[in-house]
């Protein structure tokens, strides 16, 4: 096909950012009769797919899982083609993928997610006999993804959105990012046949190409119940206006950007400079910093150790491997970010590593007074890439100053010795404040995939901090909690039936009971 | 103070809607400046109050109940007078707004309800060690409170909203209502004399008067992080949107307008035509008709005992006493919503009480046909007051279309004998999809306030369907999880320290467990 013809069929293609070339493989945006096709289909999958027991939705997760397992290399190779990330990191992403795939597998088959509460009848109550009420969780409805491009396979077509909207029991329309096109149309077909296997409905599951528009489009259907998004600032937050001036609001669960500072203590930063840099540098460079986790600020205090440190943070700076980035346009909003910055009022560069005219994201390292920092809110926005800023504060006051100018984060970090620990708590009940994950001691990239895991920070970093898009709990995004009142048995769900036939976690009268 | 020295000094007065008749009473509007102080005093108090064990805050909360009941007569005197409800009404609605504090002081004493989550460390993992990682809930910050003028107890300055944010650890700014501004001070200065009684910071808890513009100023504050509200479609939705429109977006529960159907079906309706005409006109009529539960809408088939049946719903309607409406605006609302709604096309009047000058509701029933009801979305329109309107549909197919259309809802019931249970399956399966509530063989009136309950459904019942504002789960509005990784116990909130020294449950590597 030549490129009048893609034109003008309206055809995508992916772009190996390694060699900068257009891969094999042409995908046609969707047109509005497809959207409208797969959103109907949808909505009819949901009414019957929503009331499927947790083990047949298990089998479902577990199927896709499998069928992502037996696409073995082709899978493998395609993302790294179109994402410029090493094998050894694909490999290990489809592993997480299958694992998230697998967790949620086990939270429906075990089934006390649904947060069944009960307060029974009271029929002798004065002055008023009580009825029966019951509640539990039900899935709301189609689902929108937006997937990342950061992370072509576990946070993309069956990521961890995906896996939680289909454990809930909402059917699933992915909206492929442009990025990794191919790499989505495997995944999308593993899971296409995983629900031909199981029996479900045709509309369970559906991925649809297009650009800003299809999204648009899609946010807007009457049909659409909540939409997940992973992804920059910009086109989170225009999301979340479109779906809150619908009709009909819905939520958009959108993860955006964040600056993770790391906040080092003064002696922690004298005992611990060699390992300290190093652990910093490559927390930076890591995946060529385009994870949403990536250390963008760091916070310490003037001294003479101070400078030792930066000077040891540079030299690590250097040592680092510039890496290929995901796309052209990452690429050069990272430079541009990183310039906008670094050519701030009281910003200097300590350290750039070299371009090379290829799509490398290039390791850089600056620094700034804490005066100047607070001065410029700009200096807050997410640079999405290897770069990292020094804010250099005069005493420990200015330090909690700069805590609290913070805007949401998705992380802060606090690195402190054992005897630092008293002084830290100050520092970390303001940080509580302004993130949705604190972390002692370690760097914020390397997100946990478990229950504990809050993935998900007050606005900017989100726009909704109350709900995490790790970690089992990211379920609870789907779902909306029904009361059922003086309903008969024969009528109830299971999970809310006289008896507890399915064994899960009940609240009956207000105690925690699972029988 | 004359007429004029009011304007000019922006007080504002009561009027008993009874007597239409300003009451005594002076109460100035807030200025900007007390607005802000009052804002940035309550953000103070949230770093030391969020901060307080369950048992510090729930003395607070039955100090509050405490001084409500200490209030006497004079609370219950000046509330009639302004609601122009009836004395036993509000004794009630006392006694279920001291309830209300009691049980959430109970709920915070126990602590469970902080949701903590604890995946222990796996330092042996590979091919990575495990760090510990420990979530729980924490306060969000000041929050904002529109009180209800239907409940001007139970659902105002010491209502729900306030007592679920208390309880969750943020201070609360009421915006009072106009409509009960004498019942609001008596309340306020409760509360105030009981965060003194307990020594809590002063900004953990004000009322504020004034008009829209008030509360506008309050929702747009920087510091405010979540709003609740209860009243109109119209008042909601326009803070939903301003809240949207900040910087920083924070969420508004609104519980708005809500039709409340009752689905009755064709043997139900032939058996029990007495019982059921008595027990819908006096669900109609109750408080004048002013509650969100109150059912605006009864479906049913067409047919002979159905034509029975409205004639003995118009004779009760008939036997039914007009009440005083809560103020002026709301009386004179109700009468263009009655008529608007009787004036449309195939709507038809079936009773509708005398008026007598006074500002009462009289109470009104219609029919309409199913086909017109489904061409003519605007008779979804919340009428507040004692109207209903009678859907009537050719056959089953159509009853089920009707459910198909509704608008989202806050309750939805059903009325069914034992052998119709199985038709009603398909029924309660649809409007389970629409209501945050449906009910079996009983009215919608009458709001149990207990652990199972959910007090919100999809919109525009509520703008946010997720969370109920009645019931212990009302406090889960005004938290978010923070997630704390590698926090030495020294310094990590009481809920997830090793040990739990709380015995609260919690969910530790995946298990609930109370240890």
């Not at 390992?275 to 310490?300: D, H, K, R, W, Y």
Request: hydrophobic residues 40%.
């Amino acid at each position: 096909m030549s490129e009048t013809d893609r034109t003008k069929m309206k055809i995508l293609q992916s772009v190996n950012p390694a060699t900068q070339r257009v891969l094999p493989g042409d995908f046609a945006i969707a047109t509005r009769a497809q959207i409208e096709e797969t959103v109907a289909r949808a909505n009819e999958a949901w009414k019957v797919y929503k009331n499927l027991s947790g083990s047949e939705k298990a089998t479902f997760l577990r199927t896709i899982a499998d069928e992502i397992e037996a696409l073995g290399d082709s899978l493998v190779q395609r993302a790294v083609e179109e994402s410029g990330l090493p094998e050894g990191r694909i490999i290990g992403e489809r592993g997480r993928t299958c694992n998230q795939l697998r967790l949620f597998a086990k939270l429906v088959e075990e089934g006390s997610w649904v947060n069944a509460v009960i307060d029974e009848a009271q029929p002798d109550r004065q002055p008023m006999p009580r009825v029966d009420i019951r509640k539990m969780s039900i899935a709301v409805g189609p689902v929108v993804v937006f997937t990342a491009s950061n992370f072509p396979l576990a946070f993309s077509t069956a990521g961890g959105d995906t896996a939680s909207a289909l454990a809930a029991g909402c059917p699933v329309i992915v909206k492929a990012h442009p990025s990794h096109l191919g790499t989505n149309a495997l995944v999308a077909k593993a899971i296409t046949e995983a629900a031909e296997k199981c029996n479900l409905p045709k509309g369970v599951f559906a991925s649809l190409n297009g650009e800003i528009e299809t999204g648009q489009v899609l946010v807007q259907h009457p049909l659409v119940k909540a939409v997940a998004f992973t992804g920059s600032f910009r086109g989170g937050k225009a999301l979340f206006d479109l779906a809150n001036g619908r009709p009909e609001p819905i939520p958009v669960y959108a993860e955006m950007g964040s600056n993770n500072p790391i906040f080092i203590l003064l002696e922690k930063l004298e005992l611990e400079q060699d390992s300290l840099a190093e652990m910093i540098a490559n927390s930076v460079n890591l995946g060529a910093g385009q994870f949403c986790t990536n250390p963008g600020i760091l916070v310490m205090q003037k001294g003479k150790s101070t400078e030792v440190f930066l000077e040891k943070l540079q030299k690590a700076f250097a040592e680092l491997q510039s890496a290929v980035m995901l796309n052209e346009g990452i690429y050069e909003a990272y430079r541009k970010g990183k310039t906008q910055s670094m050519s701030s009022s009281g910003v200097s560069a300590l350290f750039e590593a070299k371009e090379d005219g290829e799509w490398k994201g290039a390791p850089s390292l600056a620094k700034v007074s804490a005066a100047h920092f607070l001065e410029n809110s700009n200096l807050q926005e997410e640079v999405f890439g290897p770069f990292t800023l020094a804010v250099l504060c005069d005493d420990e006051n200015q330090l909690r100053q700069v805590a609290d100018a913070l805007h949401g984060q998705l992380t802060a970090t606090v690195m402190v010795t054992q005897e630092e620990l008293e002084k830290a708590s100050g520092l970390l009940e303001v940080l509580s404040q302004k993130a949705g994950r604190v972390i002692f001691n370690g760097v914020p990239t390397g997100v946990e995939v478990c229950h504990a895991m809050h993935h998900g920070g007050p606005f900017p970093s989100t726009t909704n901090g109350k709900y995490t898009s790790v970690g089992t709990e990211a379920i609870q995004r789907f779902v909306r909690p029904v009361t059922f009142q003086n309903i008969p048995d024969t009528l109830l769900p299971n999970a809310l039936k006289r008896g507890n036939p399915l064994q899960i976690w009940r609240t009956v009268n207000g105690e925690k009971v699972r029988t």
